[in-house]
């Protein structure tokens, strides 16, 4: 079945340090990868989105890279804040024409003052 | 530029009786997913609805819970005959209209907990 597989262990860094996550997924092949930012009592708010066909994507202090020959993906937050502190997520999406997300459970980072 | 709203923000209900979710999209959104979230999981799809169509039920339970999204109005998630075992975060999310946008990003609402007694 698939699986989709976050670190669960909360990521605790220093502000102003580069936070990384990864993303690993097995029996899946994604058309495109999505991470998400949810905050406690709060829905998900959608960060970034990258294709099959693209390596690495940016947005501001944000950086996305997408390996589909090791099924993974990872997630930098560079100059990171304590403002970033949530818990993100990853969803894989297939190009099926039904749009579900199929989300990992999430890793927590705290980023400390 | 509103939101997608969800109502009730919080929802408690006794075993047996009905609970019912509301979400309205996006303005301008025909596309709507709803998600459950039970602690310490993640996310898991439940249905797919375009105007007065269900398109992908795969996550839906069999039995006691349905899902509309009518010409008019919100989409709800009705739970019926509760039971303990529901008590979780149902999330809704809305797209873009074919041709409109992305179609792959979801704008999540700020969810339901459900608390089931």
């Known amino acids: 079945s698939q699986k989709i597989e976050q670190n669960s262990e909360a990521l605790n860094i220093q502000e102003g340090k580069t936070a990384t996550l990864t993303c690993n997924y097995t029996n899946y092949s994604p058309a495109y990868l999505q991470w998400y930012r949810q905050d406690p009592g709060r829905g998900p708010v959608f960060l970034l989105l990258i294709r099959e066909n693209e390596k690495e994507k940016r947005k501001e202090r944000l950086k996305v890279t997408f390996d589909t020959t090791l099924k993974q993906s990872l997630f930098h937050i560079t100059a990171s804040q304590p403002a970033d502190s949530a818990t993100y997520l990853c969803a894989l999406g297939s190009n099926t024409g039904f749009q579900k997300l199929v989300f990992g459970t999430g890793t927590r980072l705290l980023v400390s003052p | ?117």
């Open chain 2, 1 to 117: 530029n509103a939101g997608v709203m969800q109502n009730p923000r919080h929802l408690v209900r006794r075993r047996g009786q009905e609970a019912r979710l509301r979400c309205s999209p996006v303005k301008g959104h025909s596309h709507v997913y709803w998600y459950r979230q039970l602690p310490e999981e993640g996310l898991k799809f439940m249905v797919y609805l375009q105007k007065e169509n269900i398109i992908d039920e795969s996550g839906m339970p069999k039995e006691r819970f349905s899902a509309e999204f009518p010409k008019e109005g919100p989409s709800i998630l009705r739970i019926q005959q509760v039971v303990r075992g529901d008590s979780a975060a149902y999330f809704c999310a809305s797209s873009p209209t074919w041709g409109q946008g992305n179609q792959e990003t979801q704008y999540f609402g700020p969810g339901t907990r459900l608390l089931v007694l």
